[in-house]
Structure formats: structure tokens, C-alpha cells
């Protein structure tokens, strides 16, 4: 059986459209983490808040914030993992980064591009399922929107974690709250969500609810609607192996093709 993976939420307020900003604000919130854990998670888009000014805040993957991830990963000795804004071959992606202390990336570009706030019409939308083994812990990352789809985040690879940045708006949290709940029951799986809080300059306001789901559904750690907040949780790979061992849910699934 593998070893406990500890992870640690970052439900941050964002500075809107100014990365130098929020790098700093970030690192002193990821210097207060005292204890050891393996995962940092902070939100979608957290370098910038979620703008549709790509053009003006873009990166490329050699620049200062995927630097800065990387550097921060290698001194806490923990995974670090969220999105922000990719610019490449002169396209621009809403790209999730994981980077692990060995400095090792991998990168995941949203499916879902978020319609309603023309998302699509400015960043290209990705194609691509990303798992991470890390630590003996299959890891599926996703980005915000594609939780309401859960076709594309159906658990055939036997991933062990589902886990969801986002910029979840105040008014549909709702939907944030049981759609979570949601996605680790029929996946047989811990669910992971790290949303932001404030209010962006589009007058978008983010009420947090980050939450941890266990394979049952079940909330493993407190709503905290409203304000900044670092929550710490311990998985436990022996929870994974009873349930799926007991109930066997997963083998019941229909099996199609996804184009």
C-alpha cells in the first residue's frame, strides 16, 4: 500500500492581471505552510485572475511564473499545480502546470473553454487527458468549466485523485458544491477543488467553498466560504483500495469511445 499523499489548498484572493503581484502574495502564503506536504494546489489562473486580456498578461513556458513554480517546488520539496496564461505557437491556452520538486513538468490545456464568458473566442482549447503518477498516486488534473462535463473526466484510467482549479463564480456555487461531490462518487475517487475568493475587475464575485471529497462523497474538510484560507488534508490509499475492492462500482461502467 502506498504512503499517505498530504496536500495543501491555497483559496486565495487574486490581483487582477498582474503576476509579479500575485507571485508574491502566493509565496508568502506557501511560506506559511509549516508542515511537509506533497501538493501544492492554488487556483485557475492564479497568476492573473481569470481575464480575457491574454494578450496583455500571456507567458510563455519559460517564463517568470512557470519559472517561479518551479523554484518554489524544488525548495518545499512539493508538487506545485495550478493554471495560468500560456502563450504558444500564437495561440494562447488557460494551462494547468504540475511541477515536482525535481523540477519535472507536465501541463494539461483546459478542454472546456468557458462560453459564456467567450473563453473559447480567446483561448484554444486543449485535446488531451493528463495523468500524473506521482508518488505512486495517479493524479488527474482538470480546470474549472470541465467539471460540468463528466464524460471527459470518467475515470478509465484508474486514477486515484480528481482535482479542479478554478475561478467558480459566486452565483453558480451550487453547482461547485454538488458537482464535486458528484464527480468522486461515480469515479470512485478522492475530488479535489480549489477556488478563488474576491472580486475581480469584471465585478465577478468568488465566494471559495474549496473543498476535498472522499471516494464515498463524503466532505473530508470544512467549507470556507468568503475568505483566504490554507487547508491541509492526508489521502489515504487504503481508503481507495476498500472501496473499490467492496463495492467494484467501476467494473459496472459502460465502455465507449470519446472522440
Keep these: 500500500m502506498q504512503e499517505p499523499l498530504k496536500v495543501a489548498s491555497i483559496q486565495s484572493d487574486l490581483v487582477w492581471e498582474n503576476p509579479k503581484k500575485n507571485r508574491k502574495q502566493l509565496s508568502e502564503k506557501i511560506k506559511s505552510i509549516k508542515a511537509d506536504v506533497d501538493v501544492i494546489v492554488l487556483p485557475e489562473m492564479f497568476s492573473t485572475g481569470f481575464t480575457m486580456n491574454a494578450s496583455k498578461v500571456a507567458e510563455p513556458m519559460d517564463g517568470d511564473t512557470v519559472s517561479w ?32 520538486p525535481s523540477g519535472a513538468l507536465f501541463y494539461y490545456d483546459k478542454r472546456h473553454t468557458f462560453t459564456l464568458a467567450n473563453e473559447h473566442k480567446v483561448y484554444t482549447a486543449g485535446n488531451k487527458k493528463l495523468i500524473i503518477d506521482y508518488k505512486g498516486w495517479k493524479i488527474c488534473p482538470l ?33 461547485w458544491d454538488i458537482l464535486l461531490k458528484a464527480r468522486a462518487i461515480e469515479n470512485m475517487c478522492y475530488c479535489i477543488g480549489v477556488n478563488r475568493v474576491g472580486t475581480d475587475e469584471a465585478q465577478n464575485e468568488y465566494c471559495g467553498h474549496s473543498a476535498v471529497y472522499d471516494i464515498l462523497g463524503n466532505a473530508i474538510t470544512p467549507l470556507k466560504p468568503n475568505r483566504e484560507h490554507i487547508e491541509i488534508v492526508t489521502l489515504e490509499k487504503k481508503h481507495i483500495h476498500f472501496y473499490r475492492t467492496k463495492l467494484q462500482f467501476l467494473s459496472d461502467r459502460d465502455h465507449f469511445s470519446l472522440d
Design 69 to 100: 513554480m518551479q523554484k518554489k517546488a524544488m525548495k518545499t520539496r512539493a508538487a506545485i499545480v495550478g493554471s495560468l496564461i500560456i502563450s504558444e505557437d500564437n495561440r494562447f491556452y488557460n494551462r494547468l502546470i504540475f511541477v515536482e
Design 143 to 175: 480546470i474549472c468549466y470541465d467539471l460540468r462535463f463528466p464524460v471527459w473526466s470518467r475515470n478509465v484510467e484508474e486514477y486515484d485523485i480528481l482535482l479542479f482549479v478554478a475561478n467558480w463564480p459566486k452565483p453558480r456555487i451550487q453547482a
